[in-house]
């Protein structure tokens, strides 16, 4: 009984494992083969991990061999499945020349101060020297008109080589564009989520923003169409989650972080800030009472592995500032502009450090932090 490796392996190109498109030889399915005597071992790995699939596969490599070599070899097939993953299709967007950094600001609820973060963010960020800009993408209730005061304000249309674009509002060193612009302060949007996508990707991509380093997307809370819509239309550097301290915000928060974590998505989340982590009364302000409780957004980000950016204190100025269009960020030497200066530094630092780590093709690259002036 003459016979080699050859004469096996010549064998088993006759057989295709269920599920394949190719003959185990071709697919590289055979791993091994060993002889002894009369006797054949082969180890074969195949990619359906069932039962009947690993039994038909053994069933056909002996009748194979017995069929194309000699009916009297004792075969021995160890089959082993590795199910092969297939490549996610990462959700991506395409760029805006001149765009350096787009930052999503997200909540996974409403009425954590999202915008009033975002506002004041932006004008730390404008205050370091920073070209920036917000897209207001909360279709549903755009605010920033509001806080910056330019309620009554409206895009002019420019041409832009050969092509009619929307120059953003200026206001305290931010361009600004959002839905607020275009509908009377007191009507309700209505519209379904493709309605508002398109409306989000004509501010996105027919708005002239010029050279920025930084553009805040003020995203509406939770995790719907207009989220989806956003990571499909720009490739966002990374996202910002604010929550306050009670529970059922952390719980809401988690699932803003789980949403850019998703493998589809893969949003770096550079961080959480807590806003109005403490209350400190004007007559004793070394005191801090921790009224929606202490430490909850810390815990958060200690248990999701991601940083605290900053705890932004229950002020009763904060809302007055953005109430008449002037953040609070603006007002020189104050305490809340320390709070939202450390918090913007703290952000650039999360935002370098997740810059160093992206390949070279990659569109963005931060690479100096230089008193926080720099890109």
């Known amino acids: 009984m003459n016979f080699n490796k050859q004469d096996i392996n010549n064998a088993l190109q006759n057989i295709t494992a269920p599920g394949e498109g190719k003959n185990l030889v071709e697919s590289n399915s055979i791993k091994n083969i060993v002889i002894f005597g009369k006797e054949v071992i082969v180890d074969v790995v195949i990619g359906n991990p069932t ?4 039994k038909k596969t053994e069933v056909d490599i002996m009748k194979a061999i017995h069929e194309h070599v000699n009916q009297k070899i004792d075969v021995k097939v160890n089959i082993k499945a590795e199910i092969v993953k297939k490549p996610v299709n990462i959700i991506r967007g395409k760029e805006i020349p001149g765009i350096k950094n787009i930052i999503a600001i997200a909540s996974g609820k409403g009425g954590v101060g999202k915008s009033t973060i975002t506002a004041n963010i932006a004008v730390s960020l404008a205050k370091m020297g920073f ?3 917000i897209l207001d993408a ?8 509001m806080m910056f005061d330019v309620v009554k304000e409206r895009p002019l249309s420019v041409n832009v080589e050969g092509k009619s674009k929307m120059k953003p509002i200026e206001s305290h060193g931010v361009k600004i564009l959002s839905l607020g612009f275009f509908t009377d302060q007191d009507q309700a949007v209505i519209w379904r989520g493709p309605m508002a996508s398109k409306a989000l990707n004509q501010m996105i991509f027919d708005a002239d923003w010029g050279e920025l380093d930084f553009l805040l997307v003020d995203l509406p809370p939770g995790t719907g169409d207009i989220h989806l819509a956003m990571v499909q239309a720009v490739p966002i550097t990374g996202a910002v989650i604010v929550s306050t301290p009670q529970n059922i915000a952390l719980a809401d928060a988690k699932k803003g972080v789980a949403m850019f974590k998703q493998e589809s998505i893969n949003v770096p989340v550079l961080g959480i800030i807590e806003n109005m982590s403490y209350f ?5 302000p070394n005191k801090k009472y921790y009224i ?24 009763q100025s ?3 500032a953005g109430d008449v269009g002037h953040p609070v960020a ?3 030497n104050t305490i809340l502009q320390e709070v939202f200066v450390e918090t913007t530094k ?3 630092t999360q935002l370098v450090k997740r810059n160093e780590n992206l390949p070279p093709t990659e569109i963005v690259r931060i690479t100096t932090l230089s008193g926080c002036s720099a890109i």
């Open 346 to 348: 703290n952000i650039l």
């Open 138 to 145: 909360d279709v549903y209730g755009p605010s920033m008109p």
């Open 330 to 332: 603006l007002q020189e």
């Open 280 to 284: 400190t009364p004007e007559d004793l």
């Open 318 to 320: 904060i809302r007055e």
């Open 51 to 54: 039962l009947q699939a690993k």
């Open 131 to 133: 070209s920036v800009g």
């Open 292 to 315: 929606f409780g202490k430490d909850g957004a810390k815990n958060l980000a200690s248990d999701l592995d991601t940083a605290l950016l900053g705890e932004i204190p229950l002020v």
